[in-house]
T-cell receptor
Framework: AQKVTQAQTEISVVEKEDVTLDCVYE???????LFWYKQPPSGELVFLIR??????QNEISGRYSWNFQKSTSSFNFTITASQVVDSAVYFC????????????FGTGTRLKVLA | DAGVIQSPRHEVTEMGQEVTLRCKPI?????LFWYRQTMMRGLELLIY????????DSGMPEDRFSAKMPNASFSTLKIQPSEPRDSAVYFC???????????????FGPGTRLTVT
């Protein structure tokens, strides 16, 4: 069965600190996709990144970076020099390459960046 | 380009009333998903369509819920009769699948906050 675990329910940091949000997944599929979404206080869900299971290259986009490690089934998200605008709930999601086309979402991590 | 559009943004209704939520997907997207978000259950997929055809409705909680997609640019989620436990934020999302939908990211609408009193 597929499962996504975001063990950190809530994290608080002071502005300019670095913060890492953890995501651990379970799947029996050899090909799958991982995603991160941001849900700011306004409520919408914003797509951040997609990662294919066959591409373990880490990715950096501005202050955001993602570390994908198949050996530990993890897809962690780091925000460097956090800002107040980063305050949101962040969701990690998993989907199979074939079959149900469903996303399995984690329960989310609420990040509070304090000024 | 416009994103996914949902209406209404907020809906307050009394128990027993019919509620219709509307969604316009991103033009060119061939998959449409309806989700429900609550504090207790998180994000739940209710149903999804491919090329206007319902593919999987196993997440629809009960017969009071129904969804339609009469054309590529419009979908509705209807609850009849509504109950207080249906109170939640309902999201519509769309993606371009090209036969392998799960490989493509879903883009979400702003959501409809439904309150049933």
């Amino acid at each position: 069965a597929q499962k996504v675990t975001q063990a950190q329910t809530e994290i608080s940091v002071v502005e300019k600190e670095d913060v890492t949000l953890d995501c651990v997944y379970e799947t029996r599929d050899t090909t799958y996709y991982l995603f991160w979404y941001k849900q700011p206080p306004s409520g919408e869900l914003v797509f951040l990144i997609r990662r294919n299971s066959f591409d373990e290259q880490n990715e950096i986009s501005g202050r955001y970076s993602w570390n994908f490690q198949k050996s530990t089934s993890s897809f962690n998200f780091t925000i460097t020099a956090s800002q107040v605008v980063d305050s949101a709930v962040y969701f990690c999601a998993l989907s199979e390459a074939w079959g149900t086309y469903k996303y399995i979402f984690g329960t989310g991590t609420r990040l509070k960046v304090l000024a | 380009d416009a994103g996914v559009i949902q209406s209404p943004r907020h809906e307050v209704t009394e128990m027993g009333q019919e509620v219709t939520l509307r969604c316009k997907p991103i033009s060119g997207h061939d998959y449409l998903f309806w989700y429900r978000q609550t504090m207790m259950r998180g994000l739940e997929l209710l149903i999804y369509f491919n090329n206007n055809v319902p593919i999987d409705d196993s997440g629809m909680p009960e017969d009071r819920f129904s969804a339609k997609m009469p054309n590529a640019s419009f979908s509705t989620l209807k609850i009849q009769p509504s109950e207080p436990r249906d109170s939640a934020v309902y999201f519509c999302a769309s993606s371009y699948g090209s036969g392998q939908a799960s490989s493509y990211e879903q883009y979400f609408g702003p959501g409809t906050r439904l309150t049933v009193t």
